[in-house]
């Protein structure tokens, strides 16, 4: 009976952390209605905090497009923004926060909308209540490429309730970067990793977001990259946090794996798109993360994860059936950007304004199975081409992982069992001036060295040896993680103490 009553309490517990994981509980989109008679525009808010999402009409003062929002824990509004200004949940600017991205591009383009695709972020701080952490990539007032990723920090208690900005328009990275942002929850349980592509360049960014802020990582250098980021339309995450996927314009798929301890990609595979393909849009991955689903303007693609060869495995699960908005044929119901919503399903706009969503009812099913349900879902407004940016909130620690430290044990939203026999070894350990990687056999590739909070401190290459010496000397006392990537994409790790 003892054992029946703490099973139960511990299933009440979880169920109450999911209730209460409500940041992405209410959507925004739209744009202000120019005159009062403009009835088809106007702000629409979607609220999924009853489980099926119910839209009701607001008076918006910002065009979303792109949109970054969240939520606190129970669904609470908090804040919105277009890349231009922050709004508070009655929809007013919130204090301090009247201008972000201040300079000549915002001065030129702010009466509408910020120039970027995917370029806004928001998330909670790490164990910092009631504090939030906007993300926003920057487009240069002197060349029209994005140069920069930059912070503002909110206080949702400020202003009773109504928020304050702290401060703002605080540089991350300077570069010339891909104005896409997506974020994925640390294998720690409490912290992020945010990581976007860099212009022109077969390298990422990550950079890591914990209590005090975020910190720039580095770049990660692939073989086989997105040549390009000017095209590339969307960025998403598996729920599992396990897979990076792009959607590239001109240049189709490509899917990474991703280590949530380390913060590093490798490759997994890439894909174009049949010759018929005007164009890739759009990308989400099934709540089981086995199924890749991909808006192509006239088709959606549905693509099994599971499969020994990807590419070949795609097969197209709806097509475009020639609804149109408003008897308008520029605004075409076509597919666009698709984002997870916190009902299970699937919500996918047009690449043009529409007053509708496209939604896959049942994403965790195989072909047609999956029920999409073209232009599903009436919106009381008109909206621009783009969800929400929001990352996938129902996701914690990797449990029994090396980084998994803090203690969380938070029930996770798939089941993510580590498989990590070690293909090295480390000594001493505990260490103090020096450390030898001892590899089972020959091996080619790199070791990396992170301290606990996931920064990487240390890089070096291995080529074709079964050891490596290190001096650590300089690091600070504490536990640290080797983490060695061979050129296969195969990825070892171990855990040592210096003292």
Request: aromatic share 12%; proline share 5%.
């Amino acid at each position: 009976m003892k054992q029946l009553y703490l099973t139960f309490s511990f299933f009440m517990v979880c169920i109450a952390v999911i209730a209460q994981n409500q940041y992405d509980a209410i959507w925004l989109l739209g744009s202000p209605r120019l005159l009062p008679t403009d009835l088809q525009f106007g702000g629409s808010m979607l609220d999924f905090s009853s489980g099926e999402p119910e839209a009701t009409f607001f008076n918006i003062g910002i065009n979303l497009d792109p949109t970054a929002l969240i939520c606190n824990e129970n669904g609470e509004l908090i804040f919105y923004t277009n890349g231009c200004k922050v709004m508070n949940a009655q929809h007013e600017i919130m204090e301090n926060g009247d201008t972000i991205n201040a300079g000549a591009r915002h001065h030129q383009y702010c009466n509408f909308s910020y120039p970027s695709i995917q370029g806004v972020m928001g998330l909670p701080k790490p164990d910092a209540p009631d504090q939030y952490g906007l993300f926003h990539s920057v487009v240069d007032d002197d060349i029209f490429l994005i140069t920069e990723l930059r912070y503002t920090e909110i206080n949702a208690a400020q202003n009773d309730g109504l928020g304050e900005v702290i401060f703002k328009d605080q540089t991350i990275l300077q570069d010339t970067i891909s104005s896409l942002v997506s974020a994925v929850r640390h294998a720690n349980g409490r912290d992020w990793w945010i990581v976007g592509g860099k212009h022109n360049s077969n390298a990422f960014y990550t950079i890591y977001y914990g209590p005090n802020g975020p910190e720039y990582s580095g770049n990660i250098q692939l073989i086989d990259s997105v040549e390009t980021s000017t095209d590339i339309r969307q960025t998403t995450f598996s729920p599992d946090g396990s897979i990076y996927a792009v959607a590239n314009r001109f240049h189709g798929v490509r899917l990474y794996h991703f280590d949530r301890c380390a913060g590093m990609l490798s490759n997994l595979a890439k894909f174009d798109l049949e010759a018929d393909t005007l164009s890739v849009t759009g990308v989400a991955i099934s709540p089981n993360n086995r199924f890749l689903y991909i808006g192509a303007i006239d088709y959606l693609y549905q693509f099994d994860l599971e499969d020994d060869n990807i590419a070949e495995s795609g097969q197209i699960v709806a097509q475009y059936d020639g609804y149109i908005v408003d008897n308008s044929p520029s605004l075409r119901t076509t597919f666009g950007h698709l984002m997870h919503a916190p009902d299970g399903k699937i919500y996918g706009t047009a690449p043009n304004s529409s007053n509708v969503l496209h939604i896959i009812h049942n994403p965790n099913e195989i072909g047609l199975d999956c029920n999409v349900e073209q232009h599903g879902f009436e919106l009381p407004t008109m909206h621009g081409f783009r969800p929400p940016n929001l990352p996938h909130f129902r996701l914690w620690d990797i449990p029994g992982s090396p980084c998994d430290t803090l203690g969380i044990d938070m029930p996770t939203s798939t089941d993510e069992v580590v498989d990590n026999t070690p293909s090295f070894q480390v000594f001493p350990n505990p260490a103090h001036t020096n450390i030898t990687i001892k590899f089972e056999q020959q091996l080619s590739g790199e070791l990396r060295l992170f301290n606990i909070a996931g920064q990487l401190v240390l890089s070096t290459r291995v080529d074709r040896s079964n050891q490596a010496q290190l001096n650590v000397q300089r690091f600070a006392d504490g536990l640290y993680l080797a983490s060695f990537y061979d050129d296969d994409g195969l990825v070892s790790w171990q855990k040592f103490l210096i003292q």
